[in-house]
């Protein structure tokens, strides 16, 4: 088997030095005066979103926006439908939204915000970010410094880990062309690095309310089985569980090591918390581990839900859905696993 080229793999290190970083960032966000580590986050979530894509931002067709915009809470209402949708998508997102990466130096005004926003809903992958950005309040110009300082940082704590995206990129990028990843699929090395620092930002904000939490649920990708195909998992309300066919698994080695936590199989981000009810929301914490290009969306996810998480990267891509030809086997920091929950 030729060995594999990923568009990121962590290492021993990572978790150190991304601590490290998050150090560094939540220091220099002192001097804008945020009113919280979450408000800083938004602000450099929309300042990194304007400085990728604000030129296509600027550019789409407000009738562009809304057939993208109501196709994709058309596939979240109706999954039946996702082929046929998914199909429609990828044509109008690789036509009208995909273009060669063009740095964006125009000035972040609230009508240009809201035009970023347009965007973000077209593409149908930040629905969980919108709601913090339409809420946003402190200076725009701040979002724009703080981009600035985090294009000229994150490279030093994190490049290591993304150093061999755009040669992932330039052999396998067409293949995602009239996708409907293909935004997703595409991500600039920054938004990595955004959402490496944003999930350990993320951990730090979350965690007071985690712990008090009487119910712990541990959120798995399906990559972390050790042959999906044949996976005997029983269906449950807010996930797959774990029926321990295969010691080798590593969703039953999870499930046994932590019988005092609730162990779920999640095939899809989207469908995550989808059978969530009220006592989920008034009594769950959980941990989820997924890809980096989820960490955001997946935190608030979950915590616009109510739910208290803390997130655990895997140590590279694993699954055909999105990354690789074939699926192989995900992996985690076991070590990183025992301490968060």
């Given at each position: 088997m030729d060995e594999l080229t990923f568009p990121y793999e962590l290492n021993g290190e990572y978790y150190a030095k991304v601590s490290d970083f998050a150090?560094?960032?939540?220091?220099?966000?002192?001097?804008?005066?945020?009113?919280?580590d979450e408000e800083s986050l938004e602000a450099l979530c929309i300042g990194v979103y304007w400085y990728l894509y604000g030129t296509t931002a600027l550019d789409l067709n407000s009738n562009i926006h809304h057939a993208l915009a109501n196709l994709a809470e058309y596939r979240r209402a109706f999954p039946e439908d996702k082929i046929f949708i998914d199909e429609l998508r990828g044509k109008l997102l690789t036509k009208f939204l995909f273009r060669p990466?063009?740095?964006n130096d125009e000035e972040l005004t609230s009508q240009n915000l809201d035009m970023l926003i347009n965007f973000l809903e077209?593409?149908?992958?930040?629905?969980?970010?919108?709601?913090?950005?339409r809420n946003f309040s402190h200076d725009l110009g701040d979002c724009l410094e703080l981009t600035k300082?985090?294009?000229?940082t994150?490279?030093?704590?994190?490049?290591?880990?993304?150093?061999?995206?755009?040669?992932?990129?330039?052999?396998?990028?067409?293949?995602?062309l009239m996708e409907e990843d293909v935004i997703f699929y595409h991500g600039h090395e920054l938004e990595y690095h955004l959402?490496?620092?944003?999930?350990?930002?993320m951990n730090r904000m979350y965690r007071p309310d985690y712990v008090k939490r009487q119910r712990k649920a541990i959120l798995l990708p399906?990559?972390?089985?050790?042959?999906?195909?044949?996976?005997?998992?029983k269906e449950d309300r807010l996930g797959d569980v774990c029926t321990f066919c295969n010691p080798k698994c590593n969703v039953y080695k999870i499930t046994k090591d932590y019988p005092d936590c609730e162990v779920y199989i999640i095939s899809h981000e989207s469908t995550a918390f989808k059978g969530a009810r009220k006592e989920d929301k008034d009594e769950l914490g959980i941990v989820g581990i997924t890809c980096v290009l989820n960490l955001i969306s997946g935190g608030w996810k979950a915590s616009n839900l109510s739910i208290p998480p803390q997130c655990i990267l895997l140590d590279h891509v694993a699954c055909k859905s999105h990354w690789l030809k074939e699926d192989i086997y995900g992996k985690i920091n076991d070590s990183e696993l025992k301490k968060k929950i």
């Open positions: 150090d560094e960032f939540l220091d220099y966000t002192e001097k804008f005066n945020f009113k919280s990466f063009q740095k077209a593409t149908g992958d930040y629905m969980d970010q919108i709601p913090h950005f300082w985090f294009c000229r994150s490279g030093k704590y994190l490049g290591e880990y993304t150093s061999n995206l755009d040669e992932y990129l330039k052999n396998n990028g067409s293949s995602h959402n490496m620092l944003g999930a350990e930002i399906s990559c972390m089985n050790s042959n999906n195909k044949n996976c005997r998992a």
